[in-house]
């Protein structure tokens, strides 16, 4: 299980304004997210208590606070009190990282109520965005799909447009019982994530299954992939309020559409599908849609609406040769599959996989510039920062594979020289994205 790390998130108020960020799509935890300022507490840091208004804060707590809000927005919060700026301290509650997520926080939420608007020098290192605005504003961007939001900052937003002076919310966390149902996210308004647990590779163990889809447009769930039937009972629990009325596989890949089948003849929906999935997933299995509608779907198409905007299927070819992707015509987000990964990488072989392709759908995403990525395995992130990253690193391997070739090195050597540290188990898969390497390479007479 991850260890779990103290934060602080800092909710500064004036008058009816609460002051909000939006991350660095650069960070590496929760790039592009909108959030409040703080951070995690160091182990050994401590802070004596000198005014009336904290003598309730646990020490370290306290002197994260004042760290974070000096290092993020020159703010000396011991000097405000002192001078009477503040003129409430209120903790809001606290909300712990659930588990499927890798890295993992208890992040106490502390509100600061302030006599007047301090001068905020913001530490462009974190903030892409930082701005005084209303709850009632902020909750506003996030219900029209523009917001990308953990869901305890979300509550928290809620909670205070309805009241800005309210002293304590209580349980940030996600509501679940682990015990009967898969959990669920919703960062981007109407993009709900299920997170069922998966037979994926290591390090990720949950497949990502979306349910998106207005109301009175065709509800499309995508890529229920439970592990077994325990898991498969809880995703269908956990789905026991919505309406569900066609499956979509982004891939033929197993950890894409495990019990897929089942999910359809149980609910009496069709699965859409890239011609090329479905031609694989037949020859794997002869009866794998028996009793199933099938309605092949490819780039362009129009699949169903989200928050009134249509959303298309954008083909992305290179990990799998039918993969599919989704995105509504304002670009908020991109339903990606396995084209990038938020835990593992993403290998490119066997005669599904192909490198050149690959390296165009990753050109072709990072122009269409989506606001928001979704992966199939971890959360969101902002812009397409991570596929740009993804991009220069396969270049660079590329650039590695050429280099070692032409001085003649094996394949077995390329391989040990560039995954000397990678766990003995993932070396197969390793070896093939060497391998679609060279095949891209002898394709373009580089080799």
């Known amino acids: 299980?991850?260890?779990?790390?103290?934060?602080?998130?800092?909710?500064?108020?004036?008058?009816?304004?609460?002051?909000?960020?939006?991350r660095q799509c650069f960070l590496k935890s929760f790039p592009g997210y909108w959030a409040f300022p703080g951070g995690k507490v160091e182990p050994t840091e401590a802070a004596p208590l000198h005014h009336p208004l904290t003598a309730s804060l646990m020490p370290k707590l306290w002197a994260a606070v004042v760290r974070e809000t000096q290092e993020e927005l020159a703010l000396n919060l011991e000097e405000a009190l002192q001078n009477n700026l503040v003129t409430a301290v209120d903790y809001l509650g606290l909300a712990i990282t659930p588990e499927f997520?890798?890295?993992?926080?208890?992040?106490?939420?502390f509100k600061f109520e302030l006599s007047e608007k301090p001068t905020f020098v913001v530490d462009r290192g974190e903030a892409l965005v930082a701005e005084w605005i209303t709850c009632p504003e902020l909750l506003a961007r996030f219900e029209s799909g523009e917001m990308l939001a953990v869901p305890?900052?979300?509550?928290?937003?809620?909670?205070?447009?309805?009241?800005?002076?309210?002293?304590?919310?209580?349980?940030?966390?996600?509501?679940?019982?682990?015990?009967s149902e898969v959990p669920m996210i919703e960062s981007i308004k109407g993009v709900r994530q299920y997170l069922p647990l998966s037979h994926t590779l290591p390090p990720a163990n949950r497949t990502n299954c979306f349910l998106i889809g207005d109301f009175g447009a065709p509800q499309i769930l995508i890529d229920p992939s439970p592990k077994d039937l325990s898991e498969k009972t809880k995703l269908i629990h956990a789905l026991r309020e919505q309406k569900v009325d066609k499956i979509m596989l982004?891939?033929?890949?197993?950890?894409?559409?495990?019990?897929?089948?089942?999910?359809?003849?149980?609910?009496?929906?069709?699965?859409?599908?890239?011609?090329?999935?479905?031609?694989?997933?037949?020859?794997?299995?002869?009866?794998?849609?028996?009793?199933?509608?099938?309605?092949?779907i490819a780039e362009g198409l129009e699949l169903t609406q989200w928050l009134g905007h249509p959303v298309h299927v954008i083909a992305v070819p290179g990990h799998d040769e039918g993969q599919l992707a989704l995105m509504p015509a304002n670009r908020a987000w991109f339903l990606a599959g396995d084209l990038f990964q938020g835990v593992g990488t993403v290998v490119i072989?066997?005669?599904?996989?192909?490198?050149?392709?690959?390296f165009q759908t990753l050109e072709k995403v990072i122009a269409l510039a989506p606001r928001v990525l979704f992966p199939s395995h971890g959360?969101?992130?902002?812009?397409?920062?991570?596929?740009?990253?993804?991009?220069?690193?396969?270049?660079?391997?590329?650039?590695?594979?050429?280099?070692?070739?032409?001085s003649g090195k094996s394949e077995d050597e390329i391989l040990q020289t560039l995954y000397s540290e990678i766990q003995p188990e993932l070396l197969k898969y390793a070896r093939k994205n060497i391998q679609s390497h060279l095949k891209k390479l002898r394709s373009e007479n580089r080799i």
Request: proline share 4%; aromatic share 8%.
């Open 101 to 109: 997520n890798p890295y993992r926080f208890a992040t106490h939420f």
């Open 250 to 296: 982004t891939h033929h890949h197993p950890d894409h559409h495990e019990f897929a089948p089942e999910l359809a003849r149980h609910w009496g929906v069709p699965i859409v599908i890239s011609t090329d999935s479905h031609q694989r997933l037949t020859r794997i299995r002869s009866d794998y849609f028996a009793g199933i509608k099938v309605e092949e």
């Open 379 to 406: 959360i969101g992130l902002g812009s397409t920062m991570i596929l740009e990253k993804t991009l220069e690193h396969r270049r660079l391997r590329e650039s590695q594979v050429l280099s070692m070739t032409q």
């Open 152 to 179: 305890p900052v979300v509550k928290v937003i809620k909670a205070l447009a309805l009241d800005i002076k309210l002293k304590h919310i209580g349980d940030l966390n996600i509501a679940y019982d682990p015990q």
């Open 1 to 22: 299980m991850s260890r779990i790390i103290d934060a602080v998130s800092v909710v500064l108020t004036y008058q009816d304004q609460v002051f909000a960020i939006q």
């Open 349 to 358: 072989g066997d005669d599904e996989g192909d490198m050149a392709k690959y």
